[in-house]
T-cell receptor
Framework: ETGVTQSPTHLIKTRGQQVTLRCSSQ?????VSWYQQALGQGPQFIFQ???????GRGNFPPRFSGLQFPNYSSELNVNALELDDSALYLC????????????FGSGTRLTVV | AQTVTQSQPEMSVQEAETVTLSCTYD???????LFWYKQPPSRQMILVIR??????QNATENRFSVNFQKAAKSFSLKISDSQLGDAAMYFC???????????FGTGTRLKVLA
């Protein structure tokens, strides 16, 4: 098992720019979820992909979008970056739903200036 | 709406001692799952222990055990024989059956004193 890997580990962007974060899910996992963790807070659910389709979304605006590829890797795209988008973005994978637990990556720390 | 509350921002424990972290939740669902995750400075969330709501027996994983009080909507984590490597942020999380998202608490920072 290779676990969940995310890239890049750190990123600095300017307000208004666009960013793409990447995630390789654990071998055998077909479900990927993305979470935003602001400093000092618990993670907040952004959305989930199952077999390349978005099948759940949290309270995030449409400028947060994603993709899942046939190999179950995933991307999180954020357009028109705002200062409040500065956070740790965590990717988590599982086989099916998260009822048995997710395998998380180490996250991408995004700073918007 | 479901909520998860961790009322202890920070806890300290002496090495080899026992500590209990608190978590309460609010839900009207009957089918749900509860978790404790550990987040060390490496940032990766690591599953510590899992509890299914319909199981009355408290989950145990080695030095980690939970006290699941369904009627009180309480889900505390007990760490026995604390080790320096246990120092981390601990998050309580909830997911209801048929949904896709975890709801996390705000976390408890655990310090282990040598």
């Amino acid at each position: 098992e290779t676990g969940v890997t995310q890239s890049p580990t750190h990123l600095i962007k300017t307000r208004g720019q666009q960013v793409t974060l990447r995630c390789s899910s654990q071998s055998g996992h077909n479900t990927v979820s993305w979470y935003q963790q602001a400093l000092g807070q618990g993670p907040q659910f952004i959305f989930q992909y199952y077999r390349e389709e978005e099948n759940g979304r949290g309270n995030f605006p449409p400028r947060f979008s994603g993709l899942q590829f046939p190999n179950y890797s995933s991307e999180l795209n954020v357009n028109a970056l705002e200062l409040d988008d500065s956070a740790l973005y965590l990717c988590a994978s599982s086989s099916g739903g998260g009822y048995y637990g997710y395998t998380f990556g180490s996250g991408t720390r995004l700073t918007v200036v | 709406a479901q909520t998860v509350t961790q009322s202890q921002p920070e806890m300290s424990v002496q090495e080899a001692e026992t500590v209990t972290l608190s978590c309460t939740y609010d839900t009207s669902e009957s089918d749900y799952y509860l978790f404790w995750y550990k987040q060390p400075p490496s940032r990766q969330m690591i599953l510590v222990i899992r509890q299914e709501a319909y199981k009355q027996q408290n989950a145990t994983e080695n030095r980690f055990s939970v006290n699941f009080q369904k009627a009180a909507k309480s889900f505390s984590l007990k760490i026995s024989d604390s080790q320096l490597g246990d120092a981390a942020m601990y998050f309580c999380a909830y997911i209801s059956g048929g949904t896709y998202k975890y709801i996390f608490g705000t976390g408890t920072r655990l310090k282990v004193l040598a």
